[in-house]
């Protein structure tokens, strides 16, 4: 019945894999709603059946390697980091400090992701405890 099912559409195929924590371009968010950017060099595909989703891994980040964006430069640095790239591997991370935040930048960043003319995949997430810690250490 399941083979019927999916033959004839009413059933999707597979699930995809969930999504990595990490990928090429990341922002954080702190809780005065300021942006942070930084990249990591992530070409290729993931794959893997002994990888842990709910864990992420040691990426080694740097606090020289996060940057302040500013409100106004936010456009600017989709469209130099992000929109200069193919298609596919236009996919951006935001992680937030805190769960609760109100910021202008945000709102200008996830204007520019959503747009269908930009062609931009991205993900929402709780900021990771190794950000968490790198930008603490930068803000000192």
């Known amino acids: 019945m399941r083979r019927d ?5 009413l059933l999707p195929g597979p699930l995809p894999p969930p999504v990595p924590f990490y990928k090429n371009y990341h ?6 709603g300021q942006l942070y950017y930084y990249q990591l060099d992530q070409k290729g595909w993931f794959c893997g059946t002994d990888y842990d989703y709910n864990v992420p891994l040691f990426m080694g980040l740097k606090p020289d390697k996060l940057f302040q964006v500013s409100e ?9 980091n992000i929109l ?4 596919s591997f236009r ?7 805190n769960d609760t935040i109100e910021s202008n930048g945000l709102a200008k960043l ?5 747009s269908d003319l930009n062609k931009v ?5 709780k900021a990771t405890i190794e950000e968490s810690v790198i930008f ?5």
């Open 27 to 32: 922002f954080l968010v702190d809780s005065a």
């Open 91 to 97: 996919w951006a991370i935001i992680g937030l400090i």
């Open 110 to 114: 996830m204007d520019i992701l959503k």
């Open 5 to 9: 099912s999916v033959e004839k559409g």
């Open 136 to 140: 603490d250490y930068k803000m000192i």
């Open 121 to 125: 995949k991205w993900n929402l997430r």
């Open 84 to 87: 200069s790239q193919e298609p």
């Open 72 to 80: 106004t430069n936010v456009a600017e640095v989709v469209k130099k």
